[in-house]
């Protein structure tokens, strides 16, 4: 079974630009989260969606936005990007429930210069 | 609220040494608790996870966790280190009603020759 798996792997950007990052889940799974995960801040979650709905959010500003699509794959968009939204974005997919276990790819390293 | 805090940002020990990560949980409701470790440049992999029953879990490459309820803790043991454990290991917890990963800031495991 292929695991989890995000494009593009790195990405490097200029302040006040926007950037979308994909994530492919695992066959079957219905539900993506996404994580930011910086030296300073550590592991943060942003959102997860299940069935293309977004059932819990973090506490992120709305520069960042993320959708689902029918296949499962999701998407997350930062618009007008800053120096700290440099960190490496993670996305897991799971099953659906609590108790699934969330398999994580292997993540995007943005770099916002 | 939930929180989750690790005790030790970093931890060196001998290789062939046991080890013991600590974790602690705050979570006015019922949790479920998790282990993962993620190697240089990689995404986060599974160790072993809490949902119920037995206090005592068995997850993979020799790790286990031990859950107390009663001081909130799930601290990560292995008996034998080898220099391949050499990673960072994260303590999580997730809520019955939501499906958000909290995490503690991570326990590098230094493996000393």
């Known amino acids: 079974k292929a695991g989890v798996t995000q494009t593009p792997r790195y990405l490097i950007k200029t302040r006040g630009q926007q950037v979308t990052l994909s994530c492919s889940p695992i066959?079957?799974?219905?539900?993506v989260s996404w994580y930011q995960q910086t030296p300073g801040q550590g592991l943060q979650f942003l959102f997860e969606?299940?069935?293309?709905?977004?059932?819990n959010k973090g506490n992120f500003p709305g520069r960042f936005s993320g959708r689902q699509f029918s296949n499962s794959r999701s998407e997350m968009n930062v618009s007008t990007l800053e120096l700290g939204d440099s960190a490496l974005y993670l996305c897991?997919?799971?099953?659906?429930?609590?108790?699934?276990?969330?398999?994580f790819g292997p993540g995007t390293r943005l770099t916002v210069l | 609220a939930q929180s989750v805090t690790q005790l030790d940002s970093q931890v060196p020990v001998f290789e062939e040494a046991p080890v013991e990560l600590r974790c602690n949980y705050s979570?006015?409701?019922?949790?479920?608790l998790f282990w993962y470790v993620q190697y240089p440049n990689q995404g986060l992999q599974l160790l072993l996870k809490?949902?119920?029953?037995s206090t005592l879990v068995k997850g993979i490459n020799g790790f286990e966790a031990e859950f107390n309820k009663s001081q909130t803790s799930f601290h990560l043991r292995k008996p034998s280190v080898h220099i391949s454990d050499t990673a960072e290991y994260f303590c999580?917890?997730?809520?019955?009603?939501?499906?958000?990963?909290?995490w503690g800031a991570g326990t590098k495991l230094i493996i000393k020759p």
């Open positions: 897991a997919s799971f099953a659906g429930t609590a108790t699934d276990t969330q398999y």
């Open positions: 999580a917890v997730i809520g019955d009603s939501n499906y958000q990963l909290i």
């Open positions: 969606y299940f069935s293309e709905t977004q059932r």
């Open positions: 979570s006015s409701v019922s949790v479920y």
């Open positions: 809490y949902l119920s029953g």
């Open positions: 066959s079957g799974h219905r539900s």
